[in-house]
């Protein structure tokens, strides 16, 4: 199973960018997806997560401004950023608990990370 992001980049404070990641492989179900960050010499956090239901939840300092959706036909979660701050500045990584075809009876749950996209927010 493989988790690839797409949609980082630089972007002036208040501009917006929309994040992809998808999962593919040996999928049975993918439930909780989620959204993750670091900044430089600080620890990787929680930006938002999404259930297979739709159910969310954000970080405090993302709330109004960041939304988290899912494709689940597609296997693929985004993270729509508006009004960006500095602060919002670091790698962004995806996260998914996959349910993953170990045999054609068995299927088993992995935590997967992808690889990682930079976003900065500097004028």
């Known amino acids: 199973v493989q988790l690839v992001e797409s949609g980082g980049g630089s972007v002036q404070p208040g501009g917006s960018l929309r994040l992809s990641c998808a999962a593919s492989g040996s999928i049975f179900s993918v439930n909780s997806m989620s959204w993750y960050r670091q900044a430089p010499g600080k620890q990787r956090e929680l930006v938002a997560a999404?259930?297979?239901?739709?159910?969310?939840n954000y970080d405090d300092s993302v709330k109004g401004r960041f939304t988290v959706s899912r494709d689940n036909a597609k296997n693929t979660v985004y993270l729509q950023m508006n009004s960006l701050k500095p602060e919002d500045t670091a790698v962004y990584y995806c996260n998914a608990e996959v349910e993953v075809i170990i045999t054609p009876t068995y299927v088993d749950e992995y935590v997967y990370w992808g690889q990682g996209t930079q976003v900065t927010v500097s004028s």
């Open positions: 999404i259930t297979s239901g739709g159910d969310t």
